[in-house]
C-alpha cells in the first residue's frame, strides 16, 4: 500500500488482504472495522470491487494510473500514489471538508488491490500522456 493514508488504514488493508488470501473473503469483523474508518465511502467502494470497476493502466516507462469506472458508469481518473480523484464527492468530501480520508473509488482501488482483482492494461505513452493531461490535449485541439 502506498504510504499516504494513516497508519490505522494502511494496518485495516493489510489485514484484509491477509485474511483473503486465507479465506478468501473479508471476514464480518474486517468488514466492519472497513466501515469504521473509512466511513460512507466502505459499501459503495466494495461494491466497485465487486463490480470490477477498476483498471490500472501502466505505460512501457514505468507511469501508472487507475481508472474507476463509478456507478453511473462514468470513468474517473485516480491517483493512488497521493490519493486523488477526479469525482466531485472527491472534491468536495474530502478536501473542502475534510470529511472522509478518501472518496468511494479510492477505496475502491485500495481494496482491489488488497483482493487481487484489479484490471491490468498496458497502454502506450501517448494514452497514457493524454490521461494525465487532459486539458493541454483539449487546448491544443482548441487551438492548432
Avoid: W
Amino acid at each position: 500500500m502506498d504510504s499516504t493514508l494513516p497508519a490505522v488504514a494502511e494496518e485495516l488493508l493489510k489485514e484484509i488482504e491477509s485474511a483473503f488470501r486465507e479465506k478468501s473473503h473479508i471476514p464480518d469483523d474486517l468488514l466492519l472495522a472497513l466501515k469504521f474508518v473509512f466511513g460512507a465511502s466502505a459499501v459503495p467502494a466494495l461494491d466497485l470491487v465487486d463490480r470490477q470497476s477498476v483498471t490500472r493502466l501502466a505505460s512501457p516507462s514505468g507511469r501508472t494510473v487507475y481508472q474507476v469506472s463509478g456507478s453511473s458508469g462514468k470513468l474517473y481518473t485516480c491517483y493512488a500514489s497521493c490519493h486523488f480523484c477526479s469525482c466531485p464527492a472527491f472534491t468536495f468530501s474530502v478536501l473542502r471538508k475534510g470529511e472522509r480520508l478518501v472518496c468511494k473509488h479510492i477505496l475502491a482501488i485500495y481494496l482491489s488491490r488488497a483482493l487481487g482483482t484489479c484490471q491490468e492494461l498496458t497502454v502506450p505513452e501517448q494514452q497514457l500522456t493524454k490521461l494525465l493531461l487532459p486539458q493541454e490535449e483539449a487546448g491544443k485541439e482548441a487551438n492548432p
